[in-house]
């Protein structure tokens, strides 16, 4: 069974970093590219940030290019997302997500969800 | 332009058939894949590409496009069915991927 569980969330200054993590299991990890997917409370989802299975490719929303890096570990299985600069609109929940390919752009689709971590960015 | 459009909300009743669209330049070029999200819930992935359902999806669900538009059909809706559905594809520069903004289907 596929698990992908996220944590690193909380409540955090604007201006400040966060680092979120995702443990992922029950799968061939470094055979699929991952992504981060946020929502913000009441809103719609939004992709974040995604990367292929090897880290070759990777690609971030406007909204976080520049202050976002996604990283991987494909010998912890794990995936990261370090936050820098946080901004109120980055409060959401944060999803990690594995990918139905290995390539982070094609598209394939967002097949497994996490049940996500809670980023709070306030004073 | 980058962006994927859907109604916000759309009600079907029950055992009736309902389409829910997704516009946007992209899928002239791209497949569109969709997901169920039920509230307090992580989103469900229900279709990709041309008309794929994933392991588990009932075949009520099923998918189809043209042009700038993509379709998600639900053939006999089921209570079970009420949810916000969202559809996402790779934008037209293929660098970035989105999401529409969210359909909540109501089944009366």
């Known amino acids: 069974e596929v698990q992908l569980v996220e944590s690193g969330g909380g409540l955090v200054q604007p201006g400040r970093s966060l680092r979120l993590s995702c443990a992922a299991s029950?799968?061939?990890?470094?055979?699929?590219?991952m992504h981060w997917v946020r929502q913000a409370p009441g809103k719609g989802l939004e992709w974040v940030s995604g990367?292929?299975?090897?880290?070759?490719?990777?690609g971030y929303a406007d909204s976080v290019k520049g202050r976002f890096t996604i990283s991987r570990d494909n010998v912890k299985n794990s995936l990261f997302l370090q936050m820098n600069s946080l901004r109120a609109e980055d409060t959401a929940l944060y999803y990690c997500?594995?990918?139905?390919?290995?390539?982070?752009?094609?598209?394939?689709?967002?097949?497994?969800w996490g049940q996500g971590t809670l980023v709070s960015v306030s004073s | 332009s980058s962006e994927l459009t859907q109604d916000p909300a759309v009600s079907v009743a029950l055992g009736q058939t309902v389409r829910i669209t997704c516009q946007g330049d992209?899928?002239?070029?791209?497949?569109a894949n969709w997901y169920q999200q039920k509230p307090g819930q992580a989103p469900i992935f229900v279709i990709y590409?041309?008309?794929n359902r994933p392991s588990g999806i009932p075949d009520r669900f099923s998918g189809s496009g043209s042009e700038n538009t993509a379709s998600l059909t639900i053939t006999g809706a089921q209570a079970e069915d009420e949810a916000d559905y969202y559809c996402?594809?790779?934008?037209?520069?293929?660098?970035?991927?989105?999401f529409g903004g969210g359909t909540k289907l109501t089944v009366l």
């Open positions: 997500v594995k990918d139905r390919g290995y390539i982070y752009g094609i598209g394939g689709g967002f097949e497994h």
């Open positions: 029950g799968f061939t990890f470094d055979d699929h590219a």
């Open positions: 990367i292929s299975w090897n880290s070759a490719g990777i």
């Open positions: 992209s899928l002239r070029n791209y497949y």
């Open positions: 590409g041309e008309n």
């Open positions: 996402s594809s790779r934008d037209s520069s293929g660098n970035h991927l989105m």
